[in-house]
């Protein structure tokens, strides 16, 4: 993959997923950590594992180095009975990862290990994709191509099944993708998410179309989705890219404009503040388009 997509990875991925350091069930029950990270092989969801898939799940688990409260690392037995804890609670997943916070679970993984942890899924993920004859030629992807297929992965895994998506991107058509990289179910995060692919699939024509620079990642500053994104990829904290004009992206659009010596107005489409991103965006090595 482009440099600039492993970059801008965690940043992408942290509003869509959270950064959680313990173990938890998320919606489907399956036992995850990290930014989304998943450490259960039970297949079918919300239901309990057989014994192999267990030790399956556990295998996965022991990949992380876990600590206790006082930043110990802890024993393969532990790792195990906090697994075991934490998938016989089924009935919380509906709540969410703060219903496994401390004092239910007792284990965690420092940001180190979060981060260590995603990259290496991120480029497993990377090596099962690119032996798939329609991804062959992923290297050569813009770079927005290859963070919304990527952003797939991350939540399908690599080995998805959309044959139409397939069809489009061997022959680098990427406005086709952009209209079939859609899954389901369409709610909460993964609506989110569908909206980003869409788009980067969409900017990933664009570039090709223009002769843009491919290993650049192309970000749009025509509306408020695009303005959210640039802010993400600035370090500043806009809330989740929804395309809403909300208090926390005012918020993040202020903090922007203060830094920059700007009217602190908060909004997204000051012809000002529209400049100043689009060369902070240049300068740190994207390509802008839409303004």
């Known amino acids: 993959m482009h440099q600039s997509v492993r970059d801008q990875w965690i940043r992408f991925n942290d509003p869509l997923e959270g950064r959680v350091d313990f173990m938890y069930l998320d919606q489907k029950g399956w036992v995850s950590t990290g930014i989304g990270n998943k450490i259960d092989q039970t297949a079918a969801p919300n239901s309990a594992p057989s014994a192999a898939e267990r030790a399956a799940s556990l295998a996965l688990a022991g990949e992380l180095l876990w600590l206790d409260a006082g930043g110990n690392p802890v024993s393969a037995n532990l790792v195990a009975a906090e697994w075991d804890n934490v998938k016989g609670r089924l009935d919380l997943a509906p709540q969410g990862h703060n219903a496994f916070r401390p004092p ?20 497993q993920m990377e090596s099962v994709l690119t032996a798939r004859p329609e991804f062959a030629d992923f290297g050569t992807w813009p770079a927005n191509a290859q963070l919304a297929t990527l952003s797939m992965c991350w939540a399908l895994g690599p080995a ?132």
Not at 183 to 194: A, K, V
Not at 269 to 278: E, F, H, N, R
């Open 160 to 291: 998805f099944k959309f044959p139409k998506l397939q069809q489009h991107v061997s022959v680098r058509s990427w406005s086709g993708a952009a209209e079939e990289c859609h899954f389901t179910p369409d709610e909460g995060t993964i609506r989110i998410r569908n909206k980003l692919d869409r788009a980067h699939f969409l900017l990933a024509q664009t570039v090709e179309n223009q002769g843009l620079p491919t290993e650049s990642l192309a970000l749009d500053l025509s509306d408020v989705f695009g303005v959210q994104g640039a802010l993400l990829a600035l370090g500043y904290d806009p809330g989740r890219q929804d395309g809403g004009d909300g208090p926390r992206t005012q918020g993040a659009v202020r903090q922007f404009q203060a830094d920059h010596g700007l009217e602190q107005n908060g909004a997204f489409s000051d012809p000002a503040t529209v400049g100043a991103l689009g060369a902070r965006l240049a300068e740190a090595g994207f390509t802008v388009v839409g303004v």
């Open 104 to 123: 239910f679970t007792s284990l965690h993984v420092d940001d180190a290990e979060i981060d260590r942890h995603v990259f290496a899924k991120l480029d």
